[in-house]
């Protein structure tokens, strides 16, 4: 890394999990024959998610419908087919969510969106890696209670 772009400061992993094209075959698979703890997010159905106390080691896995990835990053429920799709979804909680951003920009990385606030309250900056994940740097106030 160039002496001039500082490293971005990474927390922990803030949330995991796959990208769904069929919900209910995903749901199938992790929640009736792997077990996993889903449940549906208030008011959102079709996300199914294992918070850190359902699921241990992870602060939050959940299944995200392609769908819901797309508006979240392009304002609508396709995804561009100039863009590949994405498998799976990695977030990582870091201390500067403005720094961060800037060092991706720094280093020539396209994003999808920049440090931009959801309607949760989570801000994030999401671009795609190397292989694909739909990766994001995020400030998710109700996961730092236990960091800062």
Known sequence: MPPDIP????????GFGPITRDTAASAAFYQKLLGLPLSAMPGNEEYLTADGEGLPGAKHFSLWPLAQAAESCFNTPRWPEHIPLPQAWIEFEVRDLGAATDALVKQG???LI?????????AVTRLLSPEGLLT?????PWMRRDVE
Do not use: S
């Open 7 to 14: 490293a971005i400061d990474i927390l922990f992993i803030a």
């Open 109 to 111: 990385y396209r994003l």
């Open 114 to 122: 920049a440090n931009r606030t959801e309607p949760w309250g989570q």
């Open 136 to 140: 994001g740097l995020t400030i998710t």
